[in-house]
């Protein structure tokens, strides 16, 4: 089955860097389109990037400029590198997968990893 694994969270100062990975296993890769999301407490899961299968990206307003969405067909990993951190910023994110997806809603996607907690310190 389709299995994400993400990693690379962590605890980090504001105006520091951090880089998400996301190890896909199960699917066609190629053929998906893959995507980040991140979801603090009490607030709904927000759209953070994606990338598409000819890594064609888009990216959340709060995200263009810093944060970085980018794709290893061969090795089966989705990235986000994340610059220039803010508080703000602090929540889990969560890597998504779709067959031939660009969306930007949490409800297109059926395949989720389980979250990587990102903490951005004042």
């Known amino acids: 089955q389709v299995q994400l694994v993400e990693s690379g969270g962590g605890l980090v100062q504001a105006g520091g860097s951090l880089r998400l990975s996301c190890a896909a296993s199960?699917?066609?890769?190629?053929?998906?389109?893959m995507a980040w999301f991140r979801q603090a407490p009490g607030k709904e899961r927000e759209f953070v990037a994606t990338?598409?299968?000819?890594?064609?990206?888009f990216y959340a307003d709060s995200a263009k400029g810093r944060f970085t969405i980018s794709r290893d067909n061969a090795k089966n990993t989705v990235y986000l590198q994340m610059n220039s951190l803010k508080p703000e910023d602090s929540a889990v994110y969560y890597c998504?997968?779709?067959?031939?997806?660009?969306?930007?809603?949490?409800?297109?996607?059926?395949?989720w990893g389980q979250g990587t907690q990102v903490t951005v310190s004042s």
């Open positions: 199960g699917l066609t890769f190629l053929n998906y389109g």
């Open positions: 998504a997968a779709e067959p031939w997806s660009v969306a930007r809603t949490p409800d297109q996607y059926n395949y």
């Open positions: 990338i598409s299968r000819s890594a064609i990206t």
